[in-house]
């Protein structure tokens, strides 16, 4: 998480199963997120309505039994919800926008 630069390592560390740092916002936690190549995020589902761009590498999401890929400048959208798995195959970086259910 080194190519992030300073203002944003020094935002809190998110509490979670992948390395982020936490920038809180009203009604959404903005979220400065690195995943290792071969990590592989279990199908789950999360309260909040989550979008995300691709700074680098390459999210592999997988909703309704189908894979998405999703390379840099590419944005993503899981609604609250929905349960969903991820891969990533290479080393990936992501700002993440996880906005909270009305």
């Not at 916002?25 to 761009?53: K, Q, R």
Request: proline content about 9%.
């Amino acid at each position: 998480m080194a190519h992030f630069p300073p203002q944003l390592r020094n935002l809190p560390k998110f509490d979670g199963p992948f390395d982020a740092y936490r920038l809180t916002a009203e009604n959404c936690d903005v979220l400065f997120a690195s995943y290792p190549d071969g990590t592989d995020i279990a199908p789950h589902s999360h309260d909040t309505d989550n979008v995300g761009v691709i700074t680098a590498g390459e999210l592999i999401l997988i909703m309704d039994g189908q894979e998405h890929r999703f390379k840099p400048g590419d944005w993503y959208h899981v609604p609250a919800k929905k349960v969903h798995a991820a891969r990533f195959e290479q080393a990936t970086s992501e700002i993440e926008f996880w906005f909270q259910a009305p």
